[in-house]
């Protein structure tokens, strides 16, 4: 079982930045890939970032490339979402979410564990 807890949402203007973050605990966090996952008003959830157990390799939808990066410290039982440059279609409630997965997935269905989740919104 492993346990997580988003924080650092909040309201921007549009170019400014907000850094994320999810604390686990239980189950050792370095066992699982992490996720960052969005879902905006009225629409479904969408992959944002993924990272493997390691910080080996990771992976950005998109949209957010340039502008994302997504960062673990295994230490402190950590994930990160430094976000730069937001944008109004960057509303959403993000949440952090964890697999147990071995290489880059994006599929939502592998996500085992879930936060409750951030939210953010970027004005115009």
């Known amino acids: 079982q492993l346990r997580l807890v988003e924080s650092g949402g909040g309201l921007v203007q549009a170019g400014e930045s907000l850094r994320l973050s999810c604390a686990a605990s239980?189950?050792?966090?370095?066992?699982?890939?992490m996720g960052w996952l969005r879902q905006a008003p009225g629409q479904e959830r969408e992959f944002v970032a993924t990272i493997l157990q390691n910080s080996e390799s990771w992976r950005y939808h998109d949209s957010v490339k340039g502008r994302f990066t997504i960062s673990r410290d295994n230490a402190k039982n950590t994930l990160y979402l430094q976000m730069n440059t937001l944008k109004p279609e960057d509303t959403a409630v993000y949440f952090c979410a964890a697999s147990q997965s071995i290489v880059i997935v994006t599929d939502q269905s592998t996500y085992k564990y879930w936060g409750q989740g951030t939210q953010v919104t970027v004005s115009s």
């Open positions: 239980g189950d050792p966090f370095s066992r699982f890939s």
